[in-house]
C-alpha cells in the first residue's frame, strides 16, 4: 500500500508540475513567436472563418514536451518501458518541428517531403520495435483482449511485429494530426486517451514509469489548454500533435494494447477514417460523403459553432476512453 501511495503521488507531482511549466513558460514563449513572426499558415482550401487565424503563433508543441520531460527526467527510474515511449515521443515531436520550421521559413501550409517523413517515422518505430523486444522483453504478438487470443508475429525475424508498430506509430501520429483542426480539440481528446493510459498502466499493470510520463503528458496538454482552448493564442503545430500522437501509440505497444487503441483513441479514428472515407469516395465516384474533411470541418459548415464541436469531441473522446479502459480491467480480470 505504501509503494502505491508513493507511485500515485509521483505521478501527480509529475503531472502538476508538467501543468505549471506550460502556464508559466508559456505566455514568454508566445511573445518570442510572435516577435519572430513564427505564425500559423492557414490553408487556402479550409474553412473560409480560419483564415483570421493566420498568423497565430505555432510549435507550441515545445512547451508541451519541455513541460513532460523536466518532471519525467527527475522522478523516472527510466524503466526501459517508459524510455521508448519518452524517445518515440521525442523523436516524433522533433519530426512534427522540422515540418512546422519548414512551413514557417518558406511561408506556406506544406513542410516537409512525405518520403522524409516516411523514413523518419520507419526510423522511430524501429527504435522503438528494438526497445520493445531486446530490452523491454515484450513478446512479438498481437493480442485480442476481449476474446483472449493472441496472434504470434516473430516469425521472419520479427519483420511482422515491426510492421505492426509502424502501422500503429504511423496511424496514431497521423490521425492526432488530423485532429488538431480546431483550437484545443486535439490537446484535449489526447488529455482524455492519456488519462485512460495512466489507469492502464498503473492500477491495472502496475508500471509506474509509464504512469509517470502519462501523467506528464496529462499535466502538460491541460496547462497547454490554458492557451490553447478557443480562442487559441497559441497552436501546438506538428511539433505538438505528432509528438502527442508518437507518445500515445508508444503507450499502445508498451502495454500491448495496440488494438484496444482503436477503442481508447476512437475519436482520432473517426476523425482519420472521415478523411479517408471522402478521399475514396470522391476518387471512386467523384462525390463527397463529407462537406469537409476531416469531420470537424464538416460540422462546422454545417454551421456548428467551434466551441460547440470541440466540447462534444471531448466528450466523446472521453466515453470512448472510459469504455476502453473499462473493457481492458475486464479483460484482465
Known sequence: MGELRTGM????IGGTGALLICIFLSPKFIAFLRNREFGQNIREEGPEGHHEKAGTPTMGGIIIFTAVSVPFLILTDYDWRAIGVFG???ACALLGFADDYTKIIKRRSLGLRARTKLGVTIAISIGLWWIATEQADLPETLRFRLIDYQIDLGMLGGIPYLILIYLVVAGTTSAVNLTDGLDGLAAGCAAAVLLAYIGITFITAGQKDLALLA???????????WFNAFPATIFMGDTGSLGLGG????????????????LIGGIFVVEALSVLIQVFSFQTFRKRVFLMAPIHHHFELMAWSETKIILRFWILAAICSAIGFTLYQQSIA
Open 88 to 90: 518515440a515521443a521525442i
Open 247 to 262: 507518445a500515445i501509440a508508444g503507450l499502445a505497444v508498451m502495454t500491448k494494447t495496440e488494438l484496444m487503441l482503436i
Open 215 to 225: 501523467g506528464c503528458l496529462v499535466g502538460a496538454c491541460i496547462g497547454f489548454l
Open 9 to 12: 503521488g509521483e505521478i501527480l
